[in-house]
T-cell receptor, first 111, second 113 residues
Framework: NAGVTQTPKFQVLKTGQSMTLQCAQD?????MYWYRQDPGMGLRLIYYSASEGTTDKGEVPNGYNVSRLNKREFSLRLESAAPSQTSVYFC??????????FGQGTRLTVV | GDSVTQMEGPVTLSEEAFLTINCTYT??????LFWYVQYPGEGLQLLLK?????DKGSNKGFEATYRKETTSFHLEKGSVQVSDSAVYFC????????????FGGGTRLMVKP
């Protein structure tokens, strides 16, 4: 009953460093999403993937890249981290038109 | 494009008070509507859903009715508990927009004993 698994749970980066956030789901869902949540704010969509092999930009894609490696995995990469990317990142997956399942989040701090 | 608007928080209530959190939406297609709850330090989890007009979703004493005529999906609970303190998100999934999820800004609820 793993659902959506995100790694790592916490990360501290220096400005300019790169890293990849990993996300995997075991529910055979087609759609996967990456969101960021800033203090006092709602969720903002970074990228999404409607199916394996496709990715699309969301509301705040600048500074990020994604890879839909296969149906299970959807990774988010920060090529050159900036303090403005300090946030909590959530991965989610859905079946068509049904509810989303979320990971526990990655708390990222860029210093 | 699609959008979801929720009442801003925080909402502070005493235990056993009645709760309403307003949510309205705009959508190009025929959306499914959801309420998610986020407890401190955790991810979002589904609270309830409704997939067509006039459906009522319910769970853990919370209810919301899909009102197409007013494009609303207000969350209600008759008697809140301290354990209901959390952030609540209204969301929609629109078939006309490729089933992409759209979230409202979230409403923080604080329940005092």
């Amino acid at each position: 009953n793993a659902g959506v698994t995100q790694t790592p749970k916490f990360q501290v980066l220096k400005t300019g460093q790169s890293m990849t956030l990993q996300c995997a789901q075991d529910m055979n869902h087609n759609s996967m999403y990456w969101y960021r949540q800033d203090p006092g704010m709602g969720l903002r969509l970074i990228y999404y993937s409607a199916s394996e092999g496709t990715t699309d930009k969301g509301e705040v894609p600048n500074g990020y890249n994604v890879s839909r490696l296969n149906k299970r995995e959807f990774s988010l990469r920060l090529e050159s981290a900036a303090p403005s990317q300090t946030s909590v990142y959530f991965c989610a997956s859905t079946r068509q038109g049904l509810e989303a399942f979320f990971g526990q989040g990655t708390r990222l701090t860029v210093v | 494009g699609d959008s979801v608007t929720q009442m801003e928080g925080p909402v502070t209530l005493s235990e056993e008070a009645f709760l309403t959190i307003n949510c309205t939406y705009t959508a190009t297609g025929y959306p499914s509507l959801f309420w998610y709850v986020q407890y401190p330090g955790e991810g979002l989890q589904l609270l309830l859903k409704a997939t067509k007009a006039d459906d009522k979703g319910s769970n853990k004493g919370f209810e919301a009715t899909y009102r197409k005529e007013t494009t609303s999906f207000h969350l209600e609970k008759g008697s809140v508990q301290v354990s209901d303190s959390a952030v609540y998100f209204c969301a929609l999934s629109d078939l006309g927009a490729g089933n992409m999820l759209t979230f409202g800004g979230g409403t923080r609820l604080m329940v005092k004993p």
